[in-house]
């Protein structure tokens, strides 16, 4: 007997979009990279520009299996920061990088591990991005 396809539960949507309060969005002041932070195994953080900062705390991230957003632990800050300093294309068209923190709690389900630039910057790297389908 075949089961009643109406009767099953629908798959989990994917989320797509996450508010800025919702993963606890911060800035992080430069002064404080320089400081270990007691907490900081609870926070992943991501190097940016300005613009697309205040796009984040505005709009909020949208999240894409296509383009995902990559997230460090505080300990890849230093090599990211260096790896776009160094990069001249990057340089040439942004000056300035800031620095954000999200509270790795709030968006664990959605991360995957980026064995790529976990090795580039000597510390945990993953992709945020769209949790896969059940």
Not at 23 to 37: D, E, F, I, S, T
Not at 65 to 90: C, F, N
Request: charged share 15%.
């Amino acid at each position: 007997m075949q089961a009643d396809l109406f009767t099953a539960p629908l798959p989990a949507r994917l989320r797509q979009h996450l508010n800025a309060q919702d993963v606890r969005l911060a800035y992080v002041p430069h002064g404080a990279l320089k400081q270990p932070h007691p907490n900081a195994l609870h926070w992943l953080y991501h190097v940016t520009t300005p613009d697309k900062a205040t796009s984040y705390f505005d709009h909020g991230i949208t999240l894409s299996r296509k383009d995902p957003l990559l997230l460090t632990e505080a300990a890849g800050i230093s090599a990211w920061l260096g790896m776009l300093h160094s990069d001249s294309q990057h340089m040439l068209r942004h000056n300035q990088f800031c620095v954000l923190r999200l509270y790795r709690k709030m968006v664990i389900e959605l991360l995957e591990a980026d064995a790529d630039q976990t090795t580039q910057f000597q510390a945990p790297c993953y992709w945020l991005t769209t949790a896969p389908p059940v």
